[in-house]
């Protein structure tokens, strides 16, 4: 029986991860569930799973889930950050899930490869913002981390078995978002509802407009940077408007080893929880013939540009990465609430990165710092 921590167990990929929890109930326990704001949702997942340890963002939503699940015995009810970190960190848990959206998942990522936990990680920003410390901490405490995100999934499963310096290139598909076909100037007539509607794969909200942008491509490249030890110049993207190669990885031989699949998060996040195992989870396989063909191409750059501009902060570096994920954090909300237009993100982000002066080998707290002014920064520019 493995015992999970899930924090972020609201979100699209925590509702996935307890999904896979409820089909193989023999296998996975859940110790602690870690919230934000939805604390029905929570409420309705702590009767179900009876969990040690619930944790939501403050005190009066605290008290507000204690009201709702009266009578649950033996849980402690925590909140803030305290209340993440203790979740990241339980000795019960045998593994932590990783899935709170955005810059809020590094703290606990921190958390739990500091106490030695393995992760299975779901949030990509931990790894862009502080790729280096949260590796690094990682091989030092010999914490293992398993991704979780589709894309680096398929690169961990096409690695498992090969030499690591027989590697010579990664490629990592996109499926290029709801307006990879539309002009310049119907991007910019885009409304946040429009922006919502992925073609292939049902996502949060924000991770969803980070698609329509390709900056969730960017991000992914860092993350695969970090993840898997490959300069960025290694990783190359690929349009792949089916979304059935989740990934590839080119050895020295010119062999080509990919992941396909069905775009599925219960996939990847059960790979993650039983690895090395593979449950027996009911999905299909892709249908190869009633597809026909599988297509692959070059992202335009200059109908994405937030590609670019997420490979420039990762060769910067330092804390370019972490001013990059606040910026298009504030620069998506402001879209999302329809105080900019989807193609002004890109001109937010770019504005506060040029004014960034970036701190070379920076610890934790010049990341947290570097991210606070950004933001600032950002909503200055909205
Ligand atoms: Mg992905």
């Known amino acids: 029986m493995k015992r999970l921590s899930v924090i972020g167990s609201t979100g699209s990929v925590g509702r996935n991860v307890l999904r896979v929890v409820r089909q193989f109930p023999e296998r996975f326990s859940v110790v602690a569930l870690a919230a934000g704001r939805n604390v029905g949702l929570l409420a309705e997942q702590v009767t179900r799973f009876s969990p040690e340890v619930a944790v939501v963002l403050d005190g009066d939503l605290a008290s507000r889930l204690k009201e709702m699940v009266m009578g649950a015995r033996r849980l402690e009810i925590l909140h803030g950050l305290d209340g993440y970190r203790v979740a990241a960190t339980l000795s019960s848990a045998d593994?932590?899930?990783s899935a709170i959206a955005g810059s809020a998942g590094l703290l606990p990522t921190m958390a739990a490869t500091e106490a030695g936990k393995p992760v299975a990680l779901a949030n990509k920003e931990s790894l862009v913002m502080a790729g280096e410390l949260v590796m690094g901490t990682a091989r030092e405490k010999g914490a293992s981390i398993i991704p979780?995100?589709?894309?680096?999934?398929?690169?961990?499963?096409?690695?498992?078995?090969?030499?690591?310096?027989?590697l010579k290139q990664i490629i990592l598909t996109a499926s290029g978002g709801?307006?990879?076909?539309?002009?310049?100037?119907?991007?910019?007539?885009?409304?946040?509802?429009m922006a919502l509607?992925?073609?292939?794969?049902?996502?949060?909200?924000?991770?969803?407009?980070?698609?329509?942008?390709?900056?969730?491509?960017?991000l992914e490249v860092i993350e695969a940077k970090w993840l898997f030890g490959v300069p960025e110049e290694l990783i190359q993207v690929v349009i792949h408007r089916e979304?059935?190669?989740?990934?590839?990885?080119?050895y020295q031989d010119g062999s080509v080893i990919a992941q396909l699949?069905?775009?599925?998060?219960?996939?990847?996040?059960?790979?993650?929880?039983?690895?090395?195992?593979?449950?027996?989870?009911g999905l299909p396989p892709p249908d190869f013939v009633d597809m026909g063909s599988l297509t692959f191409r070059n992202p335009d750059p200059g109908k994405f540009p937030c590609l670019a501009l997420a490979i420039e902060a990762c060769r910067t570096g330092k804390t370019m990465p972490a001013v990059l994920i606040a910026a298009n954090e504030v620069a998506v909300d402001a879209f999302l609430h329809q105080r900019i237009r989807l193609r002004r993100i890109w001109?937010?982000?770019?504005r506060v990165m040029t004014r960034h002066k970036p701190v070379s080998e920076p610890g934790l707290s010049d990341i947290l710092e570097a991210a606070a002014w950004a933001r600032l920064t950002a909503e200055g520019c909205v």
Not at 197 to 218: E, F, Q, R, Y
Not at 243 to 250: A, D, I, K, L, R
């Open 95 to 97: 593994l932590v899930v």
């Open 148 to 166: 979780v995100d589709s894309e680096h999934s398929a690169i961990f499963q096409s690695l498992a078995g090969h030499r690591r310096q027989d």
């Open 178 to 193: 709801p307006f990879l076909d539309k002009s310049p100037e119907d991007i910019d007539k885009v409304t946040p509802e």
């Open 197 to 218: 509607c992925h073609p292939t794969w049902k996502m949060g909200p924000k991770i969803t407009i980070d698609s329509a942008t390709l900056m969730n491509k960017g």
């Open 243 to 250: 979304s059935v190669v989740h990934s590839m990885v080119v």
């Open 261 to 281: 699949g069905l775009p599925d998060m219960r996939a990847p996040i059960a790979y993650a929880l039983s690895y090395p195992e593979r449950l027996p989870l």
């Open 347 to 350: 001109e937010v982000v770019h």
